[in-house]
């Protein structure tokens, strides 16, 4: 019953910028932290961004995108945005979505129990 989908993936250029949507149906994603992965090709999924239930929803990013990335949620239309800005070709990767029943942010996927199927981005010249 629970689905989450992700659309917004595309190509665009080294240094342009993308937003990413994670739309839910069947769960109420003010309720749970959502947490954006990236994987790579010939790479192992990784978490990126994540944003938490908590009032203004508290945010976390790893590294390579932190000051790139960010999260946020529209509560109205139950969705989670992936805002990338200053992409760059190490960001081409498929980017998924995923929620489940803990709350706050953790970033082994182990730890998420829905996720979307993904949406591609392409960062090339």
């Known amino acids: 019953q629970v689905q989450l989908v992700e659309s917004g993936g595309g190509l665009v250029q080294p240094g342009g910028s993308l937003r990413l949507a994670c739309t839910a149906s069947?769960?109420?994603?003010?309720?749970?932290?959502v947490q954006w992965f990236r994987q790579a090709p010939g790479q192992r999924r990784r978490a990126i961004s994540c944003i938490d239930p908590s009032p203004g929803g508290i945010s976390a990013s790893v590294d390579s995108v932190r000051g790139r990335f960010t999260v946020s949620r529209d509560s109205a239309k139950n969705i989670v945005y992936l805002q990338m800005d200053n992409l760059k070709a190490e960001d081409t990767a498929d980017y998924y979505c995923?929620?489940?029943?803990?709350?706050?942010?953790?970033?082994?996927?182990?730890?998420?129990?829905?996720w979307g199927r993904g949406t591609r981005v392409t960062v090339s010249s």
């Open positions: 995923a929620t489940g029943k803990i709350s706050a942010c953790f970033d082994d996927e182990d730890d998420y129990d829905y």
């Open positions: 069947g769960l109420t994603l003010d309720d749970h932290s």
